[in-house]
């Protein structure tokens, strides 16, 4: 370790959330997970014969895979490295593969390669690690809080174990309530806290099995107390930490506010704002395929037909997102937003589909017209299928006009073109051919 390494690092020490300061060393320090490190089990063995193999870390949020990855590294002697798989791709693991080939070659040490939010790397990010593994260069350690099958590829797969860690009990997450409190040296033991065991249970019950969101709301409680000159923490005092310090997940309300603000913006034709909100969903780590899902949405709900090719756009962000990953998949995701939200709008067809949907939900299927009914062989012809059937390619203009909705509904309209964009067109094409049935 250099000089400015160590710097860096002293400076961490200090200054780092208290979920990173008071992260275990060993597994000795190591809380929860008794299924997977307790001696005698497969990978306590593994680890303590250094015989580690690649693996799958998949469980939710805060239940120590990071933690565990790290001492699995420190406790074999291997180097580690960590990527994000949200600001890294298949570059930066090549990298990786080539340093970790000379440090074996050279060094005769291991690697391992931690990759966090492994599940956001694409198919061929996914792709890039396989060599590496097969090789030997890496051990892989992939944590995850979705479900491997769904989002790891079969070749990955097969070439790791996958381990499941468990949200935190109260038992456990107790047991790290008291030791950031009687820490004294990367802890929060100096601050002489005054906290009382219902405190310590509401705390850990609100957690969720989460220790990083208990140390983090832990350490802004306290924080907030010593501004106000009061060392005791109580039931109150915890609910407003929780409420500041738990601002975005993938399933709570800022989610789903951001991802409203998002889509109002693109109808409110405001790119500027649209692509604002892309951004914060982006930083919070909002998942790119929900995005580009939802961009497709909005191109057929609110732009339509007014502008055709955006359904076409969106649908291309959402396979280049799949293709090539994050962090370069936020660039066709810009793309699409502010084309999205620059176009005309209209809202016709999202319109006509809910009001055929309901007509039909609440009228009985009247019958089909026998010219437009099915006649593949002589019985249903005798029957009188088709009969009268008028093809439009054989007049004037590839049209003539027929009556197509059943009888008994014949005059009920549902499409009401809108006028913006390219549906001015249709709008004047339908009145033409129609005798103007489609005036608004």
């Known amino acids: 370790m250099n000089l400015f390494e160590?710097?860096?690092?002293?400076?961490?020490?200090?200054?780092?959330?208290l979920s990173?300061?008071?992260?275990?060393?060993?597994?000795?320090?190591?809380?929860?997970?008794?299924?997977l490190i307790e001696p005698g089990?497969?990978?306590?063995?593994?680890?303590?014969?250094?015989?580690?193999?690649?693996?799958?870390?998949?469980?939710?949020?805060g239940v120590g895979k990071t933690t565990l990855a790290k001492i699995i590294s420190t406790t074999t002697q291997s180097f580690f490295v960590q990527l994000s798989a949200v600001t890294s791709g298949v570059k930066e693991v090549r990298k990786i593969i080539d340093e970790s080939e000379y440090r074996l070659g050279e060094l005769s040490q291991r690697t391992i390669l931690f990759i966090d939010e492994i599940h956001r790397f694409s198919k061929s990010q996914q792709d890039s690690l396989l060599s590496g593994i097969e090789d030997g260069v890496i051990t892989l350690i992939g944590a995850t809080t979705e479900n491997p099958s769904f989002t790891i590829i079969n070749p990955l797969l097969s070439r790791t174990r996958t381990f499941t860690l468990n949200p935190l009990s109260e038992t456990d997450l107790l047991r790290v309530i008291d030791r950031a409190l009687h820490d004294h040296i990367s802890g929060m033991g100096d601050f002489n806290v005054d906290m009382n065991n219902a405190t310590k249970k509401h705390l850990a019950k609100m957690s969720n099995g989460d220790a990083r969101i208990l140390l983090n709301t832990l350490e802004f409680a306290i924080i907030n107390n010593l501004?106000?000159?009061?060392?005791?923490?109580?039931?109150?005092?915890?609910?407003?930490?929780?409420?500041?310090?738990t601002k975005y997940d993938r399933s709570g309300?800022?989610?789903?506010?951001?991802?409203?603000?998002f889509i109002k913006s693109i109808r409110s034709s405001d790119p500027d704002a649209a692509i604002y909100y892309l951004a914060r969903m982006i930083n919070a780590g909002e998942d790119p395929l929900f995005i580009a899902r939802r961009l497709v949405i909005s191109s057929a709900e609110d732009i339509g037909l007014a502008n055709p090719n955006a359904l076409a756009v969106a649908i291309a962000a959402q396979q280049a997102v799949s293709f090539i990953g994050m962090p370069e998949g936020r660039i066709p995701l810009a793309e699409a937003t502010i084309f999205l939200a620059s176009c005309p709008k209209s809202n016709s067809?999202?319109?006509a589909i809910n009001k055929a949907m309901e007509f039909v939900?609440?009228?009985?299927?009247?019958?089909?017209p026998k010219h437009l009914k099915n006649a593949p062989n002589d019985f249903m012809k005798k029957l009188g299928n088709s009969d009268g059937y008028k093809y439009s390619h054989n007049y004037p203009g590839n049209f003539i006009q027929t009556t197509n909705l059943p009888k008994k509904m014949s005059n009920h309209r549902f499409y009401v073109p809108g006028t913006t964009g390219s549906e001015k067109q249709i709008n004047k094409r339908l009145n033409t051919l129609w005798n103007n049935k489609y005036e608004n």
Do not use: C
């Open 6 to 17: 160590a710097n860096k690092k002293k400076i961490l020490e200090k200054t780092s959330p």
């Open 20 to 35: 990173t300061r008071v992260r275990p060393h060993n597994l000795e320090e190591y809380v929860g997970q008794n299924h």
């Open 41 to 61: 089990t497969t990978l306590r063995n593994a680890i303590d014969r250094d015989n580690v193999p690649s693996m799958i870390l998949w469980g939710p949020a």
């Open 227 to 245: 501004n106000n000159n009061s060392s005791n923490i109580t039931i109150s005092g915890i609910n407003d930490a929780l409420e500041r310090t």
């Open 253 to 261: 309300d800022a989610h789903y506010d951001s991802i409203s603000a």
């Open 349 to 351: 067809a999202y319109n």
């Open 361 to 368: 939900a609440s009228n009985q299927d009247f019958d089909i």
